[in-house]
């Protein structure tokens, strides 16, 4: 009876233990969401101003020397459906009835950018195992190293843009994902999708600069003229011209999502219309790592209960080495 | 404790020969796995399996990995039993689940590999420099890999006792105690963190399993997974190796594992009303339904073995056995594959569902497992021993 006793109160000992290790919060060591680095680079996509033309896919193809990939039969040019592990950059498009009006929810069209929008809180950094996926403390740019990958994919499942892309064709497959060309800034190049822009629908530059910009259109009159940069915000030759201003969803997307992202985008019609989803302003990631920390950090909670299962343990493992000696 | 333990026989090989249908068959399963990995090395991911970046994770990770590693805890669950709560009676059950859990485990850490894009660089995952101590996975993997080693050490006493090794057990049995120690804390965290593997994934995991208590929810089922997986593989052992059953242990680890599926159902139930999240199990969709068949398996055993008479019934053990695992197997893939939306529904174009060859791999992993436990049974003193062996 007494043992019986003695092996309830043991499992609600452990019970009680293994809650209060996964379950109490403790404030001191929640890790909270990640802000932006202040000179972090990012671009601004007003998708009010973007015409289709495709030229940043293009542009992004050449710069990261990926090859074509084909929707159509004949395979004549470059037609990805969506964004892989070949294709960084795409412009969707979005469909309605008669498609009358552009950046119309109800019978309209309209474009909308897919690529990576470098988030201040990555939930890729914080899944990958190997530091494959890393930010850049100075830029913020969300790096990828395939000398590091293992290639297992949690940061393709992690991302709720799904933007980390696998090349499942190659035995040596990669992630492929937009880098805000970081290798063309030593050549005095920044972002081809910005660079090669007609419209400045895509705009490069610091983020600050960027949402500032971002908060001065949704101030506009729509339909009115106005005056709108191309190319690099945030330095270079003036390359701004006239425009009309669109009539915008009241919402720069990226400004709060997931603690916020270095990429913007501006809209006409609801953004979860056009494959941005409606995220909360705490990311995953913090989330992920305030419980990892919890129960891991210093490995404290891991040793404790280590010593406690080993003091338990050599007084029981014990008997079983007399009752061995005494069968052998 | 004591004179209870030396009462029970001493573990002994089954014998028999290793030739017959049942290895027949799984050798066989086992080269059809070997031809279809051998395509996937040299054509890539895409080439056997129908894995998209929607899906980035099929059954390899999923079934061979995270329902694999808790199928597995058998050796854990009972370990606990007999050195942590001191149940000695439980001792003979040890050796087996012990063995079970060495393949389940060693052949999750080896499935990885397969699943994994850029395999020759897996080192980098316990590499100083490389290895990131935030991700879930980083943890996850440390800990897996440090408990295959535990559980061969364990084990060994199994070899020493084959091959007359008398000194190398003597050693071994002196620090056998820390062994067991690590050999439960080691499982706690990383069963715990495959349920936090998904918590980064954030709103792309329906509510019904995305919370914060999910380690808690992963450790609670692994635990009971472990004694269901005792359960099942006792029965199916004595009836294929024509022996007695253990009801005499099987009757209260039964009764211990109702205990432990109650306080599951009350944090899950509890976790869920607490968190509003309760409602999406009342909506007409296939992630609803995927909740309910989960909870019904997980229900079940207490219609199934609720009385003492009925867990007297080895059918009925065998069957109470049965629904856990379906339970444990229907937890882990909705949470990972059904209750996972890629790009939070406004991104619907995704599918998944495993090819042929994926299937045939998982199949010839488990297949590995059966060889291995009827060779190791048969020849290694592992099963206890029976005054007449009737074994085929």
Known sequence: ?328 | MAANHSAHHAPAPVGGNLFNATTFVCGVLIAIMIAILAVRFIFGLGAVTNLNDGYPWGIWVVVDVVIGSAFACGGFSVAMLVYIFNKGQYHPLIRPALLASLFGYTLAGIGVIFDLGRWWNFWHIFWPGYSNPNSVMFEVAVCISAYIVVMWLEFSPAFFEKWGMVDAKKKLNKVLFFLVALGTVLPMMHQSSLGTLIVVMGVQINPLWQTKLIPLLFLLTAVVIGYGVVLFESCVAASAYRRKIELHLLEPLAKVMLGMLALFIVVRFGDLVVRGALGHAFKANLVALAFWVEMLCFLAPFALIGSAGARRNPAKLFLAGTAIMLGGIFMRLNAFLIGYDTGVGVDTGWRYFPSVPELMVTIGMFAIEVLGYIIITRRFPVLPREDVQVAH
């Open chain 1, 1 to 328: 009876m007494s043992d019986r006793r003695n092996f309830l109160k043991g499992v609600v000992a452990a019970s009680g233990a293994a809650v209060a290790a996964t379950a109490l919060p403790t404030p001191a060591e929640a890790r909270e969401t990640k802000q932006r680095p202040p000179e972090a680079l990012g671009l601004l996509y007003d998708a009010t101003l973007c015409v289709g033309c495709k030229a940043c896919v293009a542009a992004c193809k050449q710069a990261n020397d990926n090859p074509a990939e084909f929707s159509t039969v004949d395979q004549l040019w470059d037609t990805p459906l969506d964004t892989s592990g070949k294709t960084f950059n795409l412009i969707k498009m979005y469909r309605s009835g008669t498609m009358e009006t552009k950046d119309a929810e109800e019978n309209g069209y309209a474009f909308m950018k897919t690529s990576c929008m470098h988030c201040a809180d990555p939930s890729c950094v914080s899944a990958c195992p190997v530091s494959a996926m890393t930010k850049d403390p100075k830029t913020g740019i969300v790096e990828y190293s395939a000398d590091a990958c293992i290639g297992c994919r949690y940061c393709v499942a992690a991302c709720p843009f799904g933007i980390p892309k696998y090349q499942y064709d190659s035995p040596t497959g990669k992630i492929g994902k937009c880098e805000l060309c970081r290798h063309r800034y030593k050549d005095g190049h920044y972002s081809a999708c910005a660079e090669v822009c007609p419209t400045g629908a895509t705009l490069y530059g610091k983020t600050s600069d960027l949402l500032a910009e971002a908060k001065r259109r949704l101030a506009l009159k729509p339909g009115e003229k106005a005056v709108f940069p191309r190319g690099n915000i945030s330095g270079g030759k003036d390359q701004s011209y006239e425009n009309v201003v669109g009539n915008y969803q009241q919402h720069v997307y990226g400004e709060k999502e997931y603690g916020g992202t270095q990429v913007l985008k501006l809209s006409g019609v609801p953004f979860e219309k056009v494959g941005m989803p409606n995220l909360p302003p705490e990311a995953a990631a913090a989330h992920s790592e305030s419980i990892q920390h919890m129960l891991y950090g210093g490995l404290v909670m891991p040793l404790a209960v280590l010593g406690g299962m080993a003091f338990i343990a050599k007084r029981n493992v014990h008997h079983d080495d007399d009752d061995q000696k005494g069968e052998n």
